[in-house]
Each structure stands twice: as C-alpha cells, then as structure tokens.
C-alpha cells in the first residue's frame, strides 16, 4: 500500500521517479483538466459555505480562505469517479498545490522544480461530505504570491467580489475499462486510486466536466 501527499515543498524526486514507473506500465495517468469546481460557492443544504471567504495569517504570510468543493462523484466526459475512490484517499489532498491555470509543459504536471504555470496557494482542511458524495475544502490562495501575476490578482478581486469562479483539478488515476451508466449517463471507464496533482484557478470564465450548476 503506498500514500503520497502532494504539496508544493515535498520532495518531488521520489514522487516523479514513481509516476514515471507508473506510467511507463501504462497503468497510471494524469487527468487534466478533470472537473471544474466552484469557489466561494452558494450550496444547498451545507453551512461551510455559507461564510465568506475570509483573510488569514499563516507563517507570517497572508491568505485569503476560501470554501469550495475539488470533486465530487459524478460521471465526468466518458469516466465514472466513484465516491468510495474520493473518499478512500481523502487525506492525501490536503496540500495539493492552487496554480492559475493548467500546467501545458511536464506532462500537464506540476510536481517538477520549475512549474509552467504560477502556483499561489494550496487546499487544505479536507473533509467527506457524505450526504452529498463529495469533497469539501479551504483554497489556501496566497495573497502576495497572487498579486505578482496579473490573472492572479483578477482572481482576487474576483473572490473578493464575492464571484463564484470556476475551476478544474488535475488528478492521477488508474483507469479500469468496465462501461456502465450513473444516474442516467453513460461511462466507458472508472477512475480508481485517485491522486492529487493540483487545482487550476481561471481569471476568466471556464466551465467544464462538473461545473457549478452540478455542485
């Protein structure tokens, strides 16, 4: 049995040196993008989200914090993500990396020392939502790193603004061939083994496989 957690100072040798294994036997993959969430969103039937996001100090460093939902089960384009595969491996996703926008060099991946994209905070306090079959977290967005890119600072004011803004995970998996259909929709694949890479945030308006509208 084998755990990782992806944060953005862990050591990524052994991390890599692993997916490269992985995907060297054709049985392990990065996802991206996967599923498009929302931030500060206004949910049914939940109080986490109910608060505003807010701004924190950690390390000396200021954060503004903000509830959202990284995943969910659903069937997403052609693949099932099943609630017992998100929920199995919950704790890995606190400190998956925020970056704006996805990762186009590196495999779509940003596990590696120089990133193509900016990274300006992480996920962290994360909990099963089981009456909903999802995912509930705190988008740890840091404030000074956010406002040396221009995307980064239209995110924050978006925030700020009390915008619900669309975003999208990336995630490793195993893909397990087995067709069949979840609340009425068709699915040709399974994700099992799931594994954070990082949560994409846009400036502008992106909407995707599971959006705000599907909660």
């Known amino acids: 049995i084998w755990v990782y957690i992806f944060a953005r100072h ?3 040798q052994f991390i890599d040196a ?3 294994q992985r995907i060297l036997k054709g049985s392990y993959a990065l996802f991206v993008p996967m599923t498009n969430i929302q931030v500060n969103p206004k949910v049914k039937n939940t109080a986490l989200f109910g608060n505003q996001a807010e701004q924190r100090q950690k390390g000396g460093r200021e954060f503004l914090v903000v509830p959202g939902v990284p995943v969910r089960e659903q069937v997403m384009n052609t693949y099932l993500l099943p609630a ?3 929920q199995a491996y919950i704790s890995v996703w606190n400190g998956t990396p925020i970056s704006i926008g996805h990762a186009q060099l590196n495999g779509g991946s940003v596990k590696v020392p120089e990133p193509d994209v900016p990274i300006i905070g992480s996920l962290f306090n994360v909990e099963w939502d089981s009456d909903n ?3 509930l ?3 740890w967005i840091d404030i000074a790193e956010a406002m040396q890119h ?3 600072k239209t995110i924050l004011e978006n925030i700020r603004n009390g915008k619900m803004i669309e975003t999208s995970t990336a995630y490793w998996a195993d893909e397990e061939f087995t067709a069949g259909n979840f609340e009425g929709k ?3 694949s399974i994700h099992k083994n799931t594994r954070p890479d990082h949560i994409a945030v846009f400036a502008n308006d992106i909407v995707g496989a599971c959006s705000i509208e599907d909660g």
């Open 10 to 12: 862990d050591p990524i």
């Open 18 to 20: 692993f997916r490269a």
């Open 84 to 86: 017992d595969e998100i």
């Open 133 to 135: 079959k999802r995912m």
């Open 137 to 139: 977290a705190e988008y």
């Open 150 to 152: 221009n995307d980064g």
């Open 186 to 188: 068709d699915y040709k």
